[in-house]
Nanobody
Framework: QVRLVESGGGSVQTGESLRLSCEAS????????MAWFRQAPGKQREGVAC????????YYAEFLKGRFTISQDNAKSTLDLQMNSLKPEDTGMYYC???????????????????WGSGTLVTISS
């Protein structure tokens, strides 16, 4: 079982930055690949990034164009999402997820995630 708790959401203006954090706990947390997803109002959930611990590589959604960066702190079992140059279209609920599936992480696939956090709200105003 893996428990995921997100923090760091809030309201900022266009062009500003936010840093989200996801803390993982549970017996198998250290073996899971951790990811971030988001869901804008009225839209489907989409994958943002996934950190593949096996190869030490992060997979990012192409639409991000380098604005977001993941970092993992193994000592604290946290996965942070640094979001820069934020735009109003980045507004939505951001969810942390965990998977034991290599393919789900490489392709940042929501249905392939085994565990989900409850989310944190990010609002970007113009």
């Amino acid at each position: 079982q893996v428990r995921l708790v997100e923090s760091g959401g809030g309201s900022v203006q266009t062009g500003e930055s936010l840093r989200l954090s996801c803390e993982a706990s549970g017996g198998t947390a250290s073996r899971a690949y951790m990811a971030w997803f988001r869901q804008a109002p009225g839209k489907q959930r989409e994958g943002v990034a996934c950190f593949h611990t096996g190869v030490g590589h992060t997979y990012y959604a192409e639409f991000l164009k380098g604005r977001f960066t993941i970092s993992q702190d193994n000592a604290k079992s946290t996965l942070d999402l640094q979001m820069n140059s934020l735009k109003p279209e980045d507004t939505g609920m951001y969810y942390c997820a965990a998977t034991f599936s290599d393919a789900a992480c490489r392709n940042i696939l929501g249905p392939g995630m085994n565990y989900w956090g409850s989310g944190t709200l990010v609002t970007i105003s113009s």
